[in-house]
């Protein structure tokens, strides 16, 4: 199903690539009173790639989840939250792996704030400029950002969330302020570390690197900014994760749930992450 703002010939102008267009519907389960949830409105789903400059070497694939109307709604654009894959994935894992159009569908049928959710490949760069002249950060602010624009979505009202590799990326972007309208970050069992490994090269080329995109020290950045953060308490991250949350400054949501680092625990916890960020879109 078709949605204002996504015409086949606009999309195709973006740039190189097939664009997919398919239509997810769900059903939203009972309520607390036993009685059954209205029927959840359809999700348009649309994909593209282009070319970007900023990792020029191959294609870039995006996603894109948009919620129809189930009569009557929001008048205006939707706001969109951006995801971050984690590392062997791509812009299409939260939608096939994890059903996040399905569960934006649960959330609106249940008088949640609508939002879009979209989603983008970043490779296996840590979504931060790297030695050898990729910049999936600045591919997200300077290209993609703009290309939501262009599909009549609300860019002045952003979130970011990830998972793994990916949720240190949406700490990092939150944390660098590089999204003017950020309205809210969450990371589900985030990839974060307070010491520079030389192990670990394919996160950060050096220590100077590692200084530059340290999210430990920038905490203090998002102090004011509404945040959730999620771990297993089976991940081997769990630990690092807890050292991370136990001295961030501000307010901020999610816990520590059973559960390891899988599609599993993602799936499990979605729902109340996309609470999160509609409450802080709307």
Sequence with gaps: MGSPGFSRRRLLGLGAGAVAAASVAGCAGPDTSG???????????????????????EPTGWSL?????????PSGPLPVALFLHGTGADHRMVFDE??????LAGHVARGGTPFAIAAIDGGETWWHRRESGTDTQSMLVEEFVPLLARQGLDTGRLAVFGLSMGGFGALLLASQHRVPGLRAVAAMSPA?????????????????????NDIFALRPELEA????????????????VQDYVKDLPGAHEGGFQAGGHDSGYWRSILPDVLTFLGKSLA
């Design 98 to 103: 994890l059903d996040a159009g399905g569960v």
């Design 225 to 240: 900014l509404p945040k959730r953060i999620d771990c297993g308490t089976a991940d081997n991250l769990l630990f690092s």
């Design 65 to 73: 989840a948009v919620p129809g109307s189930s009569g009557g709604g």
């Design 35 to 57: 009685q059954a949830a209205p029927p959840a409105p359809p999700i348009a789903m649309r994909s593209g790639s282009f070319t970007s400059r900023f990792r020029p070497q």
């Design 192 to 212: 974060v570390w307070s010491l520079y490994d030389a192990g670990r090269s394919d996160n950060f080329d050096s220590a100077a690197d590692f200084a530059a």
